[in-house]
């Protein structure tokens, strides 16, 4: 049966072909700015489904949803109720239908403890949206919530409506104090990579981030302000009292302990409800949920079911990798994004082959031969930040992990590697040890590359250089802990291509597969066989110093009809009878008549009370709003209010007046010069090896696609036998079709035989990011929405003049495109000229590169 987020998925798919529309256009244009890749495959259509069932479904609640989606049996059948054939029919006499059996489930607990069905019941009780976003792990899903809460945030700040339905505030919860610090990164996401420039202005300009930290009382945002983004635990902001610092206890000498607990969780608690247009964002929805929810309800959900009764909370987004509960998918989910898929996309790394099961070995045996084959295999492999491949060995008790160190280091001299490369870290490690672990794990100078773990490192930690997990002797089953171990090694880094590898002794495989398929719905055989599609290649910049492309182009300014108008601004202080008054009526109960029947006996008027504003302020105000001139504004606004204070109202009065004269404007053509860069360095990543610095990024790249699309400088350098005189700015370089790869090389063989005053030629087409090139231009669409544009080729001469060179199918045309590039044509005849070549199926380039030719050699013609 197909589930909801499958369904979802169909209608984002199709709304996207529609260029998104909906009753606020503006979420169009941030998503077409995402085009620039920055987030993953998963993020943006994750991004996506989220803004489709807020802006198209009107934000429903999972079980309206599932109503609009499945009728009937279906329903049932799609919320997990699987019932006997004697209950449905007992329902069904009994009248009321399907709405008797889903009153059961939210009403009596025998019926969903006889059909497990506690989760369910969760989701049907729950009086706001709650929707959950499935990523397997390494998909991003800390960057996932940043950009929800950044394209809220923009979408608030675009559409500034009273009473509007976008968010202005969000608590962001984490299930630890070591997740709590990974969300650290929501404050450092490149949001201008996520927000067009226009709105990431505003954005940035009004946002606050707050972190809560242990002794804080209170939490440090001012009481109904918006745009805060607040970062914490389950432990800091929930129900049951927590524990409190000495030095808060002895300011509150009147206070018992348990009074001073319920001071700091209700003072918290009051600044959060006090928040205006709230959502709610659970990292790791697990937590939420969780595998206890059959008998104890989360703590974090009863938290969100209190914020939601004393605010107005308008939905809240779980994330997590593990959407299953009990073998049956968590109905909530609304984007699923799984493991297979992640080792599929590149995202995680391919295990195929790599997981190791061992069986009638001993302990001994086992530690010794994990040992070997991991360096055996690994002992050479580094990162890009030049970490050493580690290995994680997990035991189910520290007197385990003491008796297995020795064997670990006897092996490791055996195989000549220094044995002070093994760290044991478990519960009574220092807290210099557990703080190296936690936070410092990355850290490329650090020496270990053995780790000896009890009840560490699983949920949360992130080795990037771990290559693989060993699960010695039985571990403890519960909270997936065998999965969260295991699972720690499949996070991919950038430019790897090794496997990952898992040992696991004979007792953790049975416990491991149930749980694979448990939290994730596919089990041991499925992540044993699936493959890597995608691989990552290094781009790096090989010409730096490239002069910009100087061009004219054209831009429309919006200026005033008439700028005396502005000088010769009249302001008239606003009459008595136009300030607001209101008039009170007095009733009084009628004694003649029957009970209940009012009387008016006399009315009052009065004046509003008006606040008010210092002079300078409301100057400065109408100044900025109609860009005049705050000195000659306050002057005329001291003629009518000498004692330097207005009121506010008479303030909006005098809006208005001024609003009047200056508001009338028109649109003007200019012809600007522009200087254009083909590469900016600062968008790139610095990279040192050897003292030798270089400027990279990184590109998934389907493994079909690349040895059609990509081409690099060491690979055309052995099939032609020399290097080129031209191209390769960046290298490799990976072109869209073959089209672009063929015309790129039969001009390389041309201008190899003659080179004339040819400077470069340089492919553009692949560089789409503002932040790494300005050679991209935008056009208008027939239905009046901006897109942006990045041309194919670039060939320059020396005496300055360029040529952009277009390689397209004819069904990949943009005429939008190719007319604004006809215009830049047009306003610089003698800079710039613009050719498209249109190649069939099937067609070959070089019957059509012949006006290239011409305009290269047209002077020897």
Request: glycine share 4%.
């Amino acid at each position: 049966m197909i589930n909801l987020y499958q369904k979802l998925k169909l209608d984002v798919a199709n709304w996207r072909q529609q260029d998104y529309p909906s009753s606020y256009p503006a979420i169009a244009t941030i998503f077409q700015h995402n085009q620039n890749d920055f987030l993953r495959k998963a993020q943006f259509e994750a991004l996506e489904t989220y803004w489709y069932l807020r802006l198209v479904k009107n934000t429903p609640n999972i079980f309206n949803l599932y109503k609009e989606y499945f009728q009937g049996k279906e329903l049932l059948k799609a919320l997990g109720i699987c019932l006997s054939e004697e209950d449905l029919t007992d329902l069904l006499l009994a009248g009321g239908g399907l709405d008797l059996i889903i009153d059961k489930v939210r009403t009596n607990d025998v019926f969903v403890k006889k059909y497990r069905l506690e989760a369910l019941r969760e989701t049907l009780t729950l009086s706001y949206p709650s929707y959950i976003l499935a990523l397997a792990m390494g998909a991003g899903k800390t960057i996932l919530i940043a950009s929800i809460i950044a394209t809220e945030f923009a979408m608030a700040l675009e559409y500034q409506e009273e009473d509007g339905i976008f968010i202005k505030n969000a608590l962001v919860f984490a299930p630890g104090k070591t997740i709590l610090g990974a969300l650290r990164e929501i404050s450092d996401t490149p949001y201008d990579k996520i927000l067009p420039p226009r709105f990431y202005k505003s954005f940035i300009t009004n946002v606050k981030f707050t972190y809560t930290r242990d002794g804080e009382k209170d939490i440090p945002v001012i009481r109904g302000s918006s745009f805060n983004v607040i970062v914490t635990n389950t432990e800091k902001i929930r129900l049951q009292k927590n524990s409190i610092p000495k030095s808060f206890l002895s300011g509150q000498l009147r206070l018992g302990i348990e009074e001073a607990k319920e001071l700091v969780a209700n003072l918290r608690l009051q600044t959060i409800t006090s928040l205006p247009h709230l959502a709610v964002f659970s990292d790791e929805a697990h937590h939420t949920y969780g595998q206890e929810l059959a008998s104890d309800l989360k703590r974090v959900r009863q938290t969100i079911n209190y914020i939601a009764e004393k605010t107005n909370l308008l939905a809240v987004v779980n994330t997590t990798g593990t959407p299953y509960y009990q073998r049956q998918l968590l109905r909530d989910v609304i984007y699923w994004y799984g493991l297979s898929q992640g080792i599929e996309d590149g995202i995680l790394k391919e295990v195929r082959g790599n997981i190791i099961a061992y069986s009638d070995v001993s302990d001994h045996d086992f530690i010794v031969d994990v040992v070997k084959d991991f360096f055996q295999e690994y002992k050479d492999v580094q990162i890009e930040s030049g970490e050493y491949a580690k290995l994680a060995i997990y035991f189910p008790q520290v007197d385990d992990l003491e008796k297995a160190k020795p064997i670990v280091e006897q092996t490791l001299i055996s195989l000549k590697i220094d044995p002070s490369v093994v760290l044991p870290v478990h519960n009574k490690s220092t807290d210099e040890i557990k703080d190296l672990f936690d936070n410092r794990i990355n850290d490329p100078k650090l020496p270990y590359r053995v780790f000896l773990l009890v009840n560490k490192g699983t949920e949360g930690w992130n080795c990037l250089s771990l290559f693989a997990t060993a699960l010695a002797r039985k571990l403890n089953s519960s909270n997936n802990f065998v999965l969260q171990a295991a699972s720690r090694c499949l996070r991919q880094v950038n430019g790897n291509t090794k496997k990952a590898k898992i040992y696991l002794s004979k007792d953790n495989v049975s416990i491991l597969d149930r749980q694979l398929q448990e939290t994730f719905g596919e089990g041991l055989d499925d992540l044993n066989r699936v493959s890597t599609d995608t691989v990552t290649v290094k781009v790096t910049l090989r010409k730096i110093e490239l002069p910009p492309l100087l061009i004219k182009k054209l831009i429309q300014k919006i200026v005033p009809e008439d700028l005396k108008a502005q000088e010769c601004l009249k302001i008239d202080k606003p009459g008595k009878e136009t300030v607001k008054s209101f008039e009170k009526t007095i009733y009084s109960m009628s004694k003649a008549q029957r009970k209940g029947v009012l009387v008016e006996v006399g009315t009052k008027k009065g004046a509003v009370t008006d606040r008010k504003i210092d002079l300078f302020q409301a100057a400065v105000v109408l100044a900025h709003a109609y860009r005049l001139d705050s000195l000659k504004t306050y002057k005329l606004l001291q003629n009518l209010y000498p004692d330097g204070e207005i009121g506010a109202f008479e303030l909006e009065l005098i809006r208005t007046q001024i609003e009047k004269q200056t508001m009338r404007y028109k649109v003007v053509n200019e012809t600007v010069e522009e200087a254009l860069a083909l590469i900016k360095q600062k968008g790139f990543e610095e990279e040192t090896v050897d003292g030798k610095t270089s400027y990279v990024t990184h590109i998934r790249v389907n493994k079909t696609s690349l040895k059609k699309y990509v081409l690099e400088l060491k690979d055309y350098k052995a099939k032609a036998g020399q290097l080129p005189l031209f191209g390769f700015h960046y290298d490799p370089y990976n072109f869209d079709s073959e089209y672009e790869r063929e015309f790129f090389e039969s001009m390389l063989i041309k201008l190899g035989e003659d080179p004339d005053n040819v400077e470069d030629i340089y492919y553009t087409g692949a560089i789409n990011d503002p932040a790494k090139t300005d050679l991209i231009f935008e056009y208008k669409d027939d239905k009046g929405d901006w897109h942006s544009y990045t041309p194919d080729f670039l060939i320059r001469k020396k005496d300055g003049r360029s040529l952009i060179v277009e390689v397209k199918a004819p069904k990949y045309r943009i005429k939008e495109a190719e007319k604004e590039m006809q215009e830049l044509e047009a306003i610089n005849p003698d800079k710039i000229k613009y050719e498209l070549l249109l190649l069939e199926e099937g067609e070959s380039v070089f019957g059509k590169v012949m006006p290239v030719f011409n305009w290269i050699y047209q002077h020897k013609k």
